[in-house]
Antibody
């Protein structure tokens, strides 16, 4: 059974840093594309970042240069290092396994989120 | 960037009755490979989103057959043949034809009358 369990959320001051973790079971993180998606309070879903099985990483413009996605293969865990946090980064952060059904997965087309974790809340406030 | 719109934004349904949600994209989601990259998710109250439908009309594993997806190009529909109490929540459509531009619709909130 595929399971994703996020942790690491909390209250942080503007300009601060936080690292989120996502422990996976039932599949191998390093063999899959993995992503972070966030949801601001009462708002919709916003894609944040993806890491390919080959290690390539990509980010939404809103977090580029501030967030870093990574993984620890032996721990089967996904991470999101968040620096220079802003009030607008306040959200529930979900990790998700990414499935690709296209012939151009490397180009980022035809990717979708098939399994999601329960989310962890990040609040950026002074 | 592709913009996704959904109608209605809110829907109240009597149990056992059908429900339909429309999703429109600002550009065609049909790729030259023949696939259409449109997906549907349901976020139940207090839960994370769950995948219902992939590539317009394919039900994900474990999704009841009362859920069906249809459409083409820029116009898509999610139908629930007979709504049950457990179907309440917010339904989102999403596109992924644009590389690394996952775009979700605003969501349609479904509740029970």
């Amino acid at each position: 059974e595929v399971q994703l369990v996020e942790s690491g959320g909390g209250l942080v001051q503007p300009g601060g840093s936080l690292r989120l973790s996502c422990a996976a079971s039932g599949f191998t993180v390093s063999s899959n594309y993995m992503s972070w998606v966030r949801q601001a309070p009462g708002k919709g879903l916003e894609w944040v970042s993806v890491i390919y099985s080959g290690g390539s990483t990509y980010y939404a413009d809103s977090v580029k240069g501030r967030f870093t996605i990574s993984r620890h293969n032996s721990k089967n865990t996904l991470y999101l290092q968040m620096n220079s946090l802003r009030a607008e980064d306040t959200a529930v952060y979900y990790c998700a396994r990414v499935y690709c059904s296209s012939t151009s997965c490397y180009a980022g087309r035809g990717l979708y989120f098939d399994y999601w974790g329960q989310g962890t809340l990040v609040t950026v406030s002074s | 960037d592709i913009v996704m719109t959904q109608t209605p934004l809110s829907l109240s349904v009597t149990p056992g009755q059908p429900a339909s949600i429309s999703c429109k994209s600002s550009q065609s989601l049909l790729h030259s490979d023949g696939k259409t990259y449109l997906y549907w998710y349901l976020q139940k109250p207090g839960q994370s989103p769950q995948l219902l439908i992939y590539e317009v009309s394919n039900r994900f594993s474990g999704v009841p057959d009362r859920f069906s997806g249809s459409g083409s190009g820029t116009d898509f529909t999610l139908k629930i043949s007979r709504v049950e109490a457990e179907d309440v929540g917010v339904y989102y459509c999403m596109q992924s034809i644009q590389p690394l531009q996952f775009t979700f619709g605003p969501g349609t909130k479904v509740d029970i009358k």
